[in-house]
């Protein structure tokens, strides 16, 4: 590996990059809230009611990616 790949890996480990702490941070937030009304959801006995929903925001977050990109 040359000096710019080591640079590279720095960057993103040690969170300097902007695009790097906003991943970070929307995927912590993510999981969080996923692992937290799947938990419920369970508990209730509605996991595939869990599925649907899982599946059905999807959509929603590639359609966000497309407008934020597209901005």
């Not at 695009?19 to 369970?42: E, P």
């Not at 869990?50 to 599946?55: I, Q, W, Y």
């Given at each position: 590996?040359?000096?710019?790949t080591w640079?590279?890996?720095?960057?993103?480990?040690?969170?300097?990059?902007?695009?790097?702490?906003?991943?970070?941070?929307?995927?912590?937030?993510?999981?969080?809230?996923?692992?937290?009304?799947?938990?419920?959801?369970?508990?209730?006995?509605?996991?595939?009611?869990?599925?649907?929903?899982?599946?059905?925001?999807?959509?929603?977050?590639?359609?966000?990616?497309?407008?934020?990109?597209?901005?």
């Amino acid at each position: 590996m040359d000096a710019g790949t080591w640079e590279q890996i720095l960057r993103v480990i040690s969170l300097s990059d902007y695009n790097t702490r906003i991943v970070i941070l929307g995927t912590t937030a993510l999981g969080i809230a996923c692992g937290l009304i799947g938990s419920f959801m369970l508990l209730r006995k509605r996991s595939l009611m869990a599925d649907a929903v899982s599946h059905a925001t999807l959509p929603g977050i590639a359609l966000a990616f497309m407008v934020m990109v597209a901005w």
